[in-house]
């Protein structure tokens, strides 16, 4: 199970910089062109739902099992709340 915990973990840290390049979508020139920017962009906008939608899936088949989650409650609402905001943003708002 320290395979979930490090996704979930890992989907936490993407849906951070998810929420990072939607700031920078809505204001211009907030960083400097670069690596850094470009990593963000990356991790944040093109990795993000996959990792979230697998840590979640995840989740779900564990609670399905009857097994208890070996994450914070916290980490599972948290990442279960961005994954319906992206959902919202990439489906219902690109249309």
């Known amino acids: 199970m320290k395979g979930l915990l490090f ?3 890992l989907a936490l840290i993407c849906n951070v910089l998810f929420g990072f390049c939607l700031v920078m979508q809505r204001v211009h020139d907030f960083m ?10 990356v991790l944040g ?3 993000a ?3 979230n939608l697998a840590a979640n899936l995840w989740f779900l088949s564990v609670r399905i099992l009857g097994k208890p989650l ?3 409650g916290w980490l599972a609402i948290s990442n279960l709340l ?7 943003v990439y489906f219902i708002l690109a249309s």
Do not use: E, H, N, Y
């Open 49 to 51: 739902p996959f990792v």
């Open 32 to 41: 400097p062109q670069g690596s850094v920017k470009s990593t963000i962009i």
């Open 7 to 9: 996704l979930a973990r």
């Open 45 to 47: 906008w093109f990795v």
């Open 82 to 88: 961005i994954l319906v905001l992206q959902f919202f």
């Open 70 to 72: 070996p994450i914070p």
